[in-house]
């Protein structure tokens, strides 16, 4: 006596959606900020609703990458101890991106 076994075509369709995706994520990609750090993120990762809100209260203006490669590494670092769960700017953008891909990987975005 045997067990059938079914639904095997539908994880391998999956898999190959999945792995289609994980493609389209190889290589280098230009990500908007919004996309980056979704309200979602900022409500429960920091004191703020949007990236702008959390610019806007650190003293600095940031309407460009330039702009943001301009702000000094402290103060900005200990601003975003103080009021994100991160320990840098540097964890704090690297866990937005890492959210991203997992989004952009499970459909979600």
């Not at 702008?52 to 490669?69: C, M, N, P």
């Not at 769960?85 to 890492?98: G, L, V």
């Amino acid at each position: 006596m045997g067990i059938k076994i079914t639904g095997l075509d539908d994880i391998q369709r999956r898999l190959s959606e999945l792995q289609r995706r994980a493609e389209l994520l190889d290589g280098e990609h230009k990500v908007q900020w919004n996309d980056l750090f979704t309200s979602e993120f900022m409500l429960l990762n920091t004191d703020f609703e949007s990236i702008e809100a959390l610019f806007e209260a650190s003293g600095y203006t940031v309407k460009s990458q330039a702009d943001l490669d301009a702000i000094p590494a402290e103060p900005f670092g200990g601003f975003i101890r103080c009021r994100t769960r991160f320990e840098s700017w540097e964890d704090m953008k690297a866990e937005a991106a890492q959210e991203y891909m997992t989004r952009r990987l499970f459909g979600k975005a």
